[in-house]
């Protein structure tokens, strides 16, 4: 069975400082991986997602993340934290059959002014 | 076009009453998915549409949860004697798989249900 281990249910970063979320995964085959943004009272956004091929995957405002097969991670980062980042993060990995998403327990970041 | 639609968005109701949920999918997704978001849980995947195959409902917690997709389109998830445990966000998705394992699933704002 495949899983996602998010460390840090909450990340708390100063406005223009790094955000770094981290994302484990465990998988028999090659996954395939997302990272949802959600903001409060809404639902989830994709913020990016790898399949194959470049490992370094760019998304959606400012973030990406990087795909590491030896460390088993999908790690999201952004170099320059905005306040409007604040909301909660879920990594997720896609099932062998492709009919469902399995999530991590989510990272709720807070941006300090 | 619009993005996946939910109804209603707050639900509030008795245990043991049975209650509807509604989802409209991305015009053209065949494929359909339920989620439930609650505090003890975080996100369960519950059961998934695709075309005209059967359900795969492994995710349902309970034989009183039940779904069904009419038309290949709009979806209703049915909680019946629903007890406080249920209380949770029901998150709808859907997506249109160029190949299953590369297809995204896009959210509804999801319908927060509270039984008291």
């Known amino acids: 069975a495949q899983s996602v281990t998010q460390l840090g249910s909450h990340v708390s970063v100063s406005e223009g400082a790094l955000v770094l979320l981290r994302c484990n995964y465990s998988?028999?085959?090659?996954?395939?991986l997302f990272w949802y943004v959600q903001y409060p009272n809404q639902g989830l956004q994709l913020l990016l997602k790898?399949?194959?091929?470049?490992?370094l995957v760019k998304g959606i405002n400012g973030f990406e993340a990087e795909f590491k097969k030896s460390e088993t991670s999908f790690h999201l980062t952004k170099p320059s934290a905005h306040m409007s980042d604040a909301a909660e993060y879920f990594c997720a990995v896609l099932s062998n059959a492709g009919n469902m998403l399995t999530f991590g327990g989510g990272t709720r970041l807070m941006v300090k002014p | 076009g619009a993005g996946v639609s939910q109804s209603p968005s707050n639900k509030v109701t008795e245990k043991g009453k049975d209650v509807e949920l509604r989802c409209d999918p991305i015009?053209?997704?065949?494929?359909l998915y339920w989620y439930r978001q609650s505090l003890g849980q975080g996100l369960e995947f519950l059961i998934y549409f695709q075309g005209n195959s059967a359900p795969d409902k492994s995710g349902l917690p309970s034989d009183r949860f039940s779904a069904e997709r009419t038309g290949g389109s709009v979806s209703t998830l049915t909680i019946q004697r629903t007890q406080q445990e249920d209380s949770a966000v029901y998150l709808c998705?859907?997506?249109?798989?160029?190949?299953?394992?590369?297809?995204?699933?896009?959210f509804g704002p999801g319908t927060r249900l509270t039984v008291l």
């Open positions: 998988s028999s085959v090659p996954p395939y």
């Open positions: 790898y399949t194959t091929g470049a490992t």
């Open positions: 998705a859907s997506s249109q798989p160029l190949d299953f394992s590369t297809d995204t699933q896009y």
């Open positions: 015009s053209g997704h065949t494929a």
